[in-house]
Each structure stands twice: as C-alpha cells, then as structure tokens.
Nanobody, 126 residues
Framework: QVQAVESGGALVQAGGSLRLSCVASKYIVNWNCWGWFRQRPGKEREQVATIFGGGDSTSYADSVKGRFTISQVNANDTVYLLMNKLTPDDTAIYYC???????????????????WGQGTQVIVSP
C-alpha cells in the first residue's frame, strides 16, 4: 500500500517559499519516524529532512539546513515541509515516507522505502 500522499508542489521563483504536505495512510499512523526525500533531475533520491517522535528530534541535509523546516501535526497524521529561500537546485520531485525506530539518531539515518508514492513536483525558476 502507499504509505502517504504528498501535495503542495508548484512552480516558484528563486527566493520564494512553498509548504509541502504529507498525509499518512491509516496503515502507518503509529510509525514514529517521518522523512522527506527528493529526487533531483539526473540524480539519485536523497534524504532532505526527518522528524522523530512527533517532533522530539529533527535532522536536515546540509544543503537545506536553515532554509527548510519539517514539522508534524496531530501525532503522525500530517507531516509538513516548509521550504524557504528556494533555489533552482531545489527543483525535484519530493516524497515522504515513514518507518519505526527506537531513537532519533536512527531516524536521522532513514534512507527510505521500497515502494514510493507519486511525490509532488517542485520547480524553482531562476
């Protein structure tokens, strides 16, 4: 089954902001680690940010630190990714995924799942 449904992607100018949403399916609402991932054109999918325990800890890729913020609402129901100061290098398809781990440190190493959803397209124009 699809874990979650992503939305919020759009075409935006460099320097702009977007907020992506990820709504969990009923099958995974109790999982404690959520991650946003992206696949840029011609590159492999990479982790962007993770959140553990509803917000107990978060982690970010170096390329987005200080610009992106991951957050969670309603205890495992919806996860957001607020993206500020976007650059053309942020152009990608963004995906979310979930898993269960014992610690935030383990969650920060979350590399993804086997079956991804559709993702949401973000295009940043110069």
């Amino acid at each position: 089954q699809v874990q979650a449904v992503e939305s919020g992607g759009a075409l935006v100018q460099a320097g702009g902001s977007l907020r992506l949403s990820c709504v969990a399916s009923k099958y995974i609402v109790n999982w404690n680690c959520w991650g946003w991932f992206r696949q840029r054109p011609g590159k492999e999918r990479e982790q962007v940010a993770t959140i553990f325990g509803g917000g107990d800890s978060t982690s970010y890729a170096d390329s987005v630190k200080g610009r992106f913020t991951i957050s969670q609402v309603n205890a495992n129901d919806t996860v957001y990714l607020l993206m500020n100061k976007l650059t053309p290098d942020d152009t990608a398809i963004y995906y979310c995924a979930a898993n269960s781990f014992f610690t935030g440190a383990q969650c920060s190493q979350f590399r993804g799942i086997n079956r991804w959803g559709q993702g949401t397209q973000v295009i940043v124009s110069p």
